[in-house]
């Protein structure tokens, strides 16, 4: 049995976990900076720092008590390397590197969206394992600053197949929720707000760009901009459920008509949907009645930041045997097809 402590600190959540084999949650712990980053309508990097700082130490004793362990008791010590925010990765990288060197403990640096990946792998203590994704197998990840789709053929091997030339899909949830004065954070707000609305009241766009696997969402934003200006100068009130409704199928189209494409033709035996914007209701439920392999899709709580995940992908690495040495740097704003 490895187990292994995660710390997450990438953007404005605070966590830390104890994951055991790569799969089994025994505790996870998460400090959300949600509400104090809602007044500023998106996360303000210095602010979202200092936080860390404060919660750090509190939500990694959390994760340790609740796993009934100490850091002398884990295999390793695992903490996002990024990307991220520079400021928020140094808080959780410096403690994680003290708290190894402190314990004796191999350190291992995690590449947040491996991570996202990895979460599709997790279950709670208490639950049966599901049955793991099964290679080959293609990868949407779709978060507030990356949209992009990923081949593995096995664990830590990836290629990426294309990604978003402008906007991504998180990054045009929040902007459109600002524009129709939803609030913070865009996902959400936007999918409650749609439930009252019709989505073919406004034919918004679909930016399939034939040809390959990238995606483009701004000129879908766009659309939405002028649609709301043209209503304005009409003196109409919004129609703000039905603009909603519109722009988030048709993100959701195109999210799932280019993976099911990908995975067709590279006859992937599997599909993952992983980072924040999976959460979403639309997409988990047209993704997984319309493809025709298993798709994996981690549980709501997963699919936001937390360190499950790195500690699920930091499992595969330890295993495979990686080890950091105590004074390595952030990681860039690289993409996955890099990492392996």
């Known amino acids: 049995m490895t187990r292994i402590l995660a710390i997450e600190t990438s953007c404005d959540e605070t966590a830390a976990a104890v994951v055991e084999d790569g799969r089994r949650v025994v505790s996870n712990a998460v400090a959300s900076q949600i509400e104090i980053h809602a007044r500023f309508g998106g996360v303000f990097p210095e602010v979202a720092s200092r936080q860390h700082v404060l919660a750090i130490t509190p939500v990694v004793e959390e994760a340790l008590q609740a796993a009934h362990l100490t850091p002398a008791e884990v295999d390793a010590i695992a903490v996002t390397r990024g990307p991220g925010l520079p400021g928020?990765?140094?808080?959780?990288?410096?403690?994680?590197?003290?708290?190894?060197?402190?314990?004796?403990?191999?350190?291992?640096?995690?590449?947040?969206?491996?991570?996202?990946?990895?979460?599709?792998?997790?279950?709670?203590?208490?639950?049966?394992?599901?049955?793991?994704?099964?290679?080959?197998?293609?990868?949407?990840?779709?978060?507030?600053?990356?949209?992009?789709?990923?081949?593995?053929e096995d664990h830590l091997?990836?290629?990426?197949?294309?990604?978003?030339?402008?906007?991504?899909?998180?990054?045009?949830?929040?902007?459109v929720a600002r524009l129709l004065e939803l609030g913070y954070p865009g996902g959400p707000a936007i999918q409650q707000a749609a439930e009252g609305g019709d989505p073919e009241i406004f034919a918004f766009p679909r930016p399939w760009l034939k040809g390959g696997w990238e995606f483009s969402f701004s000129g879908l934003k766009t659309a939405v901009l002028r649609a709301v200006r043209e209503i304005q100068a009409a003196g109409n009130p919004l129609p703000v459920a039905h603009l909603a409704a519109g722009f988030q199928a048709a993100v959701v189209d195109v999210l799932v008509g280019k993976t099911l494409q990908a995975a067709a033709e590279l006859q992937a035996k599997s599909i993952v949907v992983a980072g924040g914007v999976s959460a979403n209701r639309l997409l988990r439920e047209r993704i997984t009645a319309e493809a025709s392999v298993p798709v994996h899709i981690p549980p709501l709580h997963y699919c936001t930041d937390n360190a499950a995940m790195i500690a699920a992908a930091a499992y595969r690495r330890f295993a495979a045997g990686q080890r950091d040495d105590l004074d390595f740097d952030l990681l860039p704003r690289w993409a996955i097809d890099f990492v392996g």
């Open 88 to 152: 928020s990765l140094a808080v959780g990288i410096n403690f994680a590197k003290g708290l190894a060197l402190a314990a004796g403990k191999p350190l291992l640096g995690i590449n947040h969206l491996e991570g996202h990946i990895y979460a599709a792998w997790l279950h709670e203590a208490n639950q049966q394992p599901p049955a793991a994704p099964e290679f080959p197998l293609v990868a949407l990840l779709v978060s507030g600053g990356h949209t992009e789709l990923i081949f593995m």
């Open 157 to 175: 091997h990836y290629r990426r197949l294309g990604s978003t030339r402008d906007d991504a899909a998180g990054e045009a949830f929040d902007k």
